[in-house]
Structures are given as structure tokens and as C-alpha cells.
């Protein structure tokens, strides 16, 4: 019947919502082995809760104004255009047209992913906000493809193939471009943060010393030199 289908959706909707809320449970498993860096201690109920819902930062949530709102917009499409190029941009625009015309439960779908997971980064105040870009990108992604399926629809018309041919190497090489200046951007392998300034910093500390950290990165790197290099094991990073 119409209820029980109806019925059956819904079942599987939050069976994906609770599939996807299932990734949380890396923070208190994580900290049931007492690993090396937590923000903080997510193996009991109040500690887990205090985490993921943000209470360290609820000042800094959803209290913009409409200046640091409109900067903050400029600003993630700024990145979002480095990120994957302008051209690839205007492809996930003419994607969302396709899907708004052709795909209409896909569009929604995807909107709403975008609408609200920028909702959220949108208007939060911190230094690293980027990593919360992250998820916006699947929804772009899904556009671009879109975008791309719909350049091609224009030559399937087309008596020869020459024309789908050239529009897909031409894609592939803008991809490949994209894929290849990211990696050497983000390649950190011989950062001189961790590996210069960091391990200079440890060789100045006496034998059996106590380093006593500040900041939001720092600590990091030196947890980073002591747990993942095995560099200098009888420091106490505090």
C-alpha cells in the first residue's frame, strides 16, 4: 500500500541519517585507548557530547553580522574557485540548471546538502574554517557531473562521436590539471614547520625535559615529531 512504501522511505532515511551519524563514534573509541592527541576526553557521555556539539565554540556559532556574513560567503567561493578552478565552478552552476530541469528530486537533494552544511560554516568565526568546506564539495561535485553530462547530451545528436570525444579529453585534462596542482600544493612532506623549526625547538630542550606548548598549532607538531617520528621520546609535551 501507499503508507507502508511511504513508510518503508522513511525507515531508510534514517537508517542512512544514523549510518552517517555513525562516524562519531570514532571520537570515544579513539579515546577508550588513550590516544596521543584528543582535544578531549570523549570516552564518557558529558565529554563525548561536549565535543561534537561545539561547546567549546557555541560564541563563535551562528553570530555574524552581515558584514562578516557576506565576507565570509566572498571568502568560500573564493577558495572554492582555487580549489578546483573557475572553470569547473561554472560547470557545477550549469550542472545545478541540469538537474533543476531534468533530475528535480536530485537538485533538491543536493541543495539542501549545500544549503545547510554552509549554513553552518557560513557563519562560524574561526582561523581554520576551511576544513568545514569539506563536505560542501560533494554536492559540487555531483553538479560538475551534471554539468559534464550535459555538455556531452549536446553531441549525442551529433552522426559522429568526434565531437564527445574531444569534450572528454578535453574535462579529463582540466581534472588531471586540477588533481596534480592540489597534490604538489598540499604536499607537506618536507615541511619546515614540523621538520626545521620543530625539531630545532626539540634540540634545544635538555634530556627529561617538560615543553610547555602554546597556541592552536604548535602542539600539534611536536606530538606529531615525539608519536608519529619517535624523535626525542623522553620530552613531556605539555
Not at 557521555?45 to 565554540?57: A, E, M
Not at 610547555?212 to 608519529?228: A, D, K, N
Request: charged share 15%.
Amino acid at each position: 500500500s501507499y503508507l507502508r512504501s511511504r513508510l518503508r522511505d522513511y525507515l531508510t532515511a534514517i537508517l542512512f541519517f544514523l549510518l552517517g551519524l555513525s562516524s562519531l563514534m570514532y571520537f570515544p573509541l579513539r579515546s577508550s585507548v588513550n590516544c596521543s592527541i584528543r582535544w578531549m576526553d570523549c570516552g564518557h557521555w558529558y565529554g563525548f557530547k561536549y565535543h561534537i556539539t561545539g561547546q567549546q565554540f557555541r560564541g563563535m556559532m551562528f553570530n555574524v553580522n552581515y558584514e562578516v556574513l557576506t565576507s565570509n560567503i566572498l571568502y568560500y567561493f573564493d577558495k572554492l574557485a582555487n580549489q578546483m578552478s573557475l572553470i569547473a565552478v561554472l560547470l557545477a552552476l550549469l550542472g545545478l540548471v541540469v538537474l533543476y530541469l531534468h533530475h528535480r528530486r536530485i537538485f533538491v537533494l543536493v541543495s539542501t546538502i549545500f544549503v545547510t552544511v554552509s549554513g553552518f560554516f557560513l557563519s562560524y568565526r574561526i582561523i581554520d574554517i576551511e576544513v568545514y568546506y569539506i563536505q560542501s564539495y560533494i554536492p559540487v561535485l555531483v553538479c560538475i557531473a551534471a554539468g559534464i553530462a550535459g555538455i556531452q547530451r549536446l553531441f549525442d545528436s551529433w552522426p559522429s562521436r568526434t565531437g564527445v570525444v574531444v569534450v572528454l579529453l578535453l574535462f579529463s585534462s582540466l581534472f588531471f590539471g586540477i588533481f596534480i596542482r592540489g597534490f604538489w600544493f598540499n604536499d607537506r612532506s618536507r615541511g619546515w614547520v614540523a621538520y626545521d623549526w620543530g625539531v630545532s625547538i626539540f634540540d634545544l630542550c635538555e634530556p627529561d625535559s617538560i615543553l610547555v606548548t602554546q597556541g592552536w598549532s604548535s602542539p600539534f607538531v611536536f606530538c606529531y615529531l615525539e608519536h608519529v617520528s619517535a624523535y626525542r621520546k623522553d620530552l613531556l609535551i605539555h
